[in-house]
């Protein structure tokens, strides 16, 4: 298999969050040896791993998913979802009738407010960020290999196993989209312990208030 061959040779960059920071993620491609070739950034002797969130918040959000993409594509990066392309396929994608909601992600003001940069900056291409959308089903949820795994919140061994059992995969599809939007449901305990991590109890007296 070329892409075992290729890890036992090859060293990994974990690239964290980029949440649409394009400049910046130039910069650090360019400061760790990854040159553009043909248009796409790629290094002589590494691969970079990116570990999900390359949309919202930021400036670049469709220059950030198209250089990624590319990079993927080309074999030079590898991704793993991240919940803020798990959140935009569920914003993005109808209820089904009869289920109580109009979409899988309730467009309430705080997911409103998440996504608007996302939504403003593809505003113009409608049928690009469709195409994204689409892609974001085909990056997988973890790499499990044999000198390293990668997950964007938390490694669940038990509910990774019975989800290669169940996905015979890493990658959700639409049946499973749908079903996650349930949060007691497997597919839903996947996607939030997984994506978004999981609880710890703060010590006694302590406080902690998000800004939301
Ligand atoms: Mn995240």
Redesign the pocket.
Known sequence: MPGQERSASRGYDIIG?IHGCAHTLVRLLDQMGYRKVNGVYEHPRRQAIFI??IIDRGPRIREALHLVRDMVEHGSARMVM???EYNALGYCTRARPGSGKTFLREHNARHDRLIRETLEQFEHYPHEWNEFLEWFYTIPLFIDEPDFRAV??CWDSDLITKFKENQGGACIDDEFLHASAAIESFAGQVMDTLLRGTDLRLPPGVKITGKD
Do not use: C, F, K, Q
């Open positions: 969050d999900g969130d991240g919940n803020h964007h919140a």
